[in-house]
């Protein structure tokens, strides 16, 4: 029998940084960009559960967030420090496990199919949710046949949730669930007629597959990654600095969580820009040494965004990528914890 666990920090990272100063706790707090009293850019990275009562979520622009809840204490990301509690709390479920996947920064897979029985891995879902709480945090966990119904169980009773799912509960569990939940699909794709997913070929009936909750999608230990990069197509083509430099700073977090959760450093760093006439050119930099430092990024790609301005034309997309990775061992220390108000 399989068994799949899918572990979840709630609100990772303001959960950390609730660890590193108690003073906060049970406050607002949100985590993200500058909110610049209303007038910030950029959005919120993550939001504790006091802050979610006021109608914040991760991905909300600053500015609407401070307009809900001016209240809070915003703080800038410290991603050092939440690399440092993820190979703690990594460590911890890897102990557990038959075979483990990271999947970012804050979630894992976890294969304990020789426990045996959904209830002895009920009691190791308890143990690691023990250990995570002595460690000063919490996390919650879903339990299931599959790793597609152990995600979607894991996010049922958050925060601090333990929710198993058995093989003979599948259809009951996500059959009311809402059209979305499974990858942009749903319950009505999981009772479409066999010849509308035809149309969709194998693609169509692998997603009603998992409409269903068959998933076959295996444990997977270790990704060779060769490259990691975002790019983004403006709404309208533009010529204006400050739009363009900023899409690109929302783009370095994201960077530095994968290249955190890949556990590697870089030494190539390549800059895309596609103009209104869809002429795309790209400009490449090579560093002496690998590094993980998102100054140097930023530091590029305003460079290159100046000298790609110096062309006429307007820009419909730009994209930064990293290449030539190597792989690393985080060995970060704790910095002081600062507002945005310092």
Same mark, same amino acid.
């Given at each position: 029998m399989r068994i799949i666990l899918h572990v979840d920090m709630? %609100? #990772? #990272?303001a959960q950390v940084e609730e660890r590193a100063n108690p003073a906060i706790k049970g406050i607002p707090v949100v985590v993200g960009a500058n909110p610049k009293e209303g007038k910030g850019r950029g959005v919120v990275a993550t939001c504790n559960y006091e802050a979610r009562k006021y109608g914040l979520k991760s991905a909300m622009p600053i500015s609407i967030a401070w307009t809900k809840c001016p209240r809070a204490v915003?703080?800038?990301p410290r991603f050092e420090l939440y690399s440092e509690a993820? %190979?703690?709390v990594m460590d911890i479920f890897k102990g557990f496990a038959d075979r483990f996947e990271q999947v970012s920064i804050d979630e894992a897979y976890l294969d304990v199919s020789s426990a045996g029985s959904y209830e002895k891995a009920r009691l190791l879902a308890q143990e690691i949710k023990d250990r995570v709480k002595a460690a000063g945090l919490t996390c919650s966990v879903g339990i299931g046949p599959n790793k597609l119904v152990a995600k979607i169980a894991a996010g049922e009773k958050k925060p601090d949730g333990l929710t198993i799912v058995k093989n003979e509960e599948v259809n009951e569990f996500l059959n009311p669930k809402k059209v979305g939940v499974i990858y942009g699909i749903g319950e009505d794709l999981a009772k479409a007629p066999e010849e509308v997913v035809d149309e969709l070929g194998n693609y169509g009936r692998e997603l009603q597959r998992l409409a269903k909750g068959v998933d076959e999608r295996d444990i997977i230990e270790q990704w060779e990654t060769k490259s990691i990069g975002r790019q983004s197509t403006f709404d309208k083509d533009t010529k204006n600095r400050k739009q363009i430099i900023d899409l690109l700073d929302g783009f370095i977090p994201e960077l530095y969580r994968d290249l955190d959760n890949e556990r590697v450093m870089f030494r190539t760093v390549t800059f895309k820009v596609r103009y209104e006439d869809f002429e795309t050119h790209t400009k490449s930099r090579t560093l002496p040494e690998f590094t993980s430092s998102i100054k140097i990024i930023r530091k590029l790609t305003t460079e290159w965004v100046d #000298?790609? $301005?110096?062309?006429?034309?307007?820009?419909?997309?730009?994209?930064?990528? $990293?290449?030539n990775l190597k792989r690393k061992s985080l060995n970060s220390s704790k910095q002081p914890q600062k507002t945005w108000n310092q």
């Open positions: 709630d %609100c #990772f #990272f915003y703080l800038p993820s %190979c703690e #000298f790609a $301005l110096e062309d006429v034309r307007k820009i419909r997309l730009v994209g930064v990528s $990293l290449h």
